[in-house]
Nanobody, 126 residues
Framework: QVQLVESGGGSVQAGGSLRLSCEDSTKADYRCMAWFREAPGKELEGIISILTTDGSAYYADSVKGRFSASHVQNTVFLQMNSLKPEDSAVYYC??????????????????????WGQGTQVTVSS
């Protein structure tokens, strides 16, 4: 059973917006959820982590001021504005039960997560 179900990817022109969703289909009540992305030829990059209990979040410098995350019930949303071609990647959400150090750089490290979504493609054209 797929635990994290992502949706909302697609193609957009530079400067446009997209909103991704990540639903916890098992309603496991994860305390910490995060968004990662993997561009061709690059390593998996953690961009946002959000503490679901209070909505506090950490944003990597690469997306700060353009992307925002929110949490409603069992779904985490990623609002992406002012998109750039370099934002093109497969976007993954991930989750963990513990909220410890979630809303910090620690919360965007790949090794913190064992539960992952299937990924959704975002393509930004210039």
């Amino acid at each position: 059973q797929v635990q994290l179900v992502e949706s909302g990817g697609g193609s957009v022109q530079a400067g446009g917006s997209l909103r991704l969703s990540c639903e916890d289909s098992t309603k496991a009540d994860y305390r910490c959820m995060a968004w990662f992305r993997e561009a061709p030829g690059k390593e998996l990059e953690g961009i946002i982590s959000i503490l679901t209990t209070d909505g506090s979040a950490y944003y990597a410098d690469s997306v700060k001021g353009r992307f925002s995350a929110s949490h409603v019930q069992n779904t985490v949303f990623l609002q992406m504005n002012s998109l750039k071609p370099e934002d093109s990647a497969v976007y993954y959400c991930a989750a963990r039960l513990s909220g410890t150090f979630c809303a910090s750089e620690e919360g965007t490290r790949v090794g913190q997560y064992k539960i992952w979504g299937q990924g959704t493609q975002v393509t930004v054209s210039s």
